[in-house]
């Protein structure tokens, strides 16, 4: 290896400057889960010009491309989510979404353009480097459903790695820094939606039997016991509602309410146990009211 290839910045400021203009451009231009149809032509695109090969992506929405360095070694796997979220931004920078109800607001967008970054910085130093480098660009991660779709359709049939890398940027973190740890680092997340239905009816005649605003709040007050004591090495597992939804009026008792929220836990042990104290939660509100 010559002096000149030794010392090399990694990455170079021109990787570092385009990842910049790349997450800007995908901030700008926020699609939900698979309806990330201009992400993906995009995408697709910008691997096309770095030269590497695009590979059939199982899902519409996506993208998949591989390096193979020529030499031989492992392959390894690289993973970016690609969709963003149903908020309104009101950030104010100059990249502000430019989609009414969209926003990159989980960081997916700087996760797509890091990956493009690690690519070219990859091909740069090509002859450093052994092996094949699989780059999985992910839809619908906020949903929970990507992953499984790209692999239930055959994402991993001809290219097993024999690693995979994904990363998660956080805003309590500086930049340049990297944190990483043997075994768990972040939990796994369950969605949960519970619909409560009852007879509806006028406000001052409602009492608290069939009341699904009074179930509700029963429900949502108490979710925190679902998780109380459930931990892994110190850190709480965790439960949030995020969102409440009826039609009901300042003085209709609507006949359902919907209640949304997540579930986030670190074993197969600690989730079927919070699932448990879930589903007994229902069971203690339904006999309530």
Known sequence: MSDDHATTPLPSK???DDVVDLRRHFHKHPEVSFSEQETSRYLKDRLRELGLDLLQCPTETGAVALLDTGRPGKTVMLRADIDALPIHEESGVDFQSRIDGRMHACGHDAHMAIMIGVARTLIDRIWDVNGKYLFVFQPAEEIVEGAKAMIARGLLDDHRPDSVIGLHIASFMPSGTVITRPGLLWAGSDAFDVKFS???????????RGNVLAAQAFFVERLHTVV???????????TTVGNIASDGAWNIVPRGVLVQGSLRTFNDTLREQA????????????SEF
Do not use: A, F, I, N
């Open 14 to 16: 021109s990787v570092l």
């Open 198 to 208: 009852g007879p509806g009816g006028h406000g001052g005649m409602m009492g608290r």
């Open 275 to 286: 699932l448990d104290r879930l589903h007994d939660l229902l069971r203690e509100t339904e």
């Open 228 to 238: 109380e004591g459930l931990e892994h090495e110190g850190v709480q597992c965790h």
